[in-house]
């Protein structure tokens, strides 16, 4: 259960590029083998390799839990394919508009929260997806949920200036522990700097030591090496 830093592409919002769950972590195929392998080993879970319509910015683009996946609409055979092929899992590509369902959504195996925006047909398509409740909902006052916590079966880390009534519709909903903190050196927008699960997370390489010890615990993790 190990929490370690990391960068992608020299940069420390790694989690603009890659996304995790208890069975997966996606990267795009342009991060080094090397890079690649650490990240599986250190999540303990299945490595997939894709870009998501051709693009690297996997973690904007894409939401999934264990159960199932979100994919925008661009998304292109050949990469759903290299999903398919690592896994068996409820895909969905949502025929809308919208494209960064990374950033709309905050799901965990017990729950999602979404952009209060969705319409109810494409919440329902996510709770079928993904196994779960769908409930709308905001952080600090923002619809772009997904980009502002990292949500694990073990806890869930949030934009600092979350409210009480936001902080209690997460608990409900995700049904884990709820805390807040930043990353990279106060960087507000958790998810663009912290992917994790169950058994691990990695933080962008500027986050401080302060600022890992609010995310171990939040994530109920330790620092590596500890």
Request: charged share 20%; aromatic share 4%; net charge negative.
């Amino acid at each position: 259960m190990a929490l370690s830093l990391f960068n992608l592409f020299g940069s420390a919002s790694l989690g603009v590029y890659s996304l995790a769950t208890d069975r997966m972590v996606i990267v795009p195929p342009q991060v080094s083998k090397t890079k690649a392998q650490k990240l599986e080993e250190g999540l303990k879970t299945k490595l997939v390799v894709t870009t998501i319509g051709e693009s690297v910015l996997i973690g904007a683009l894409v939401c999934a839990n264990s159960n199932g996946i979100i994919l925008p609409h661009f998304t292109q055979v050949e990469e759903i394919d290299a999903i398919k092929s690592a896994l068996d899992i409820n895909i969905t590509v949502m025929e809308t508009k919208k494209t960064a369902y990374g950033n709309l959504i905050l799901a965990n195996d017990y729950g999602a929260i979404v952009h209060p925006g969705l319409r109810k047909e494409d919440m329902a398509k996510i709770g079928d997806t993904l196994g779960v409740e769908v409930v709308p909902g905001e952080i600090a006052g923002l619809p772009y949920v997904g980009s502002l916590a990292t949500a694990t079966n073990k806890g869930v880390l949030a934009h600092p200036l979350l409210r009480d009534e936001e902080q209690k519709i997460l608990k409900d909903v995700l049904k884990v522990h709820v805390d807040v903190g930043t990353v990279n050196c106060g960087i507000p927008y958790v998810a663009t700097g912290l992917i994790g699960n169950t058994l691990g997370a990695v933080a962008g390489f500027m986050t401080t030591g302060p600022e890992l010890f609010i995310i171990g615990n939040a994530l109920d993790l330790v620092r590596e090496n500890e």
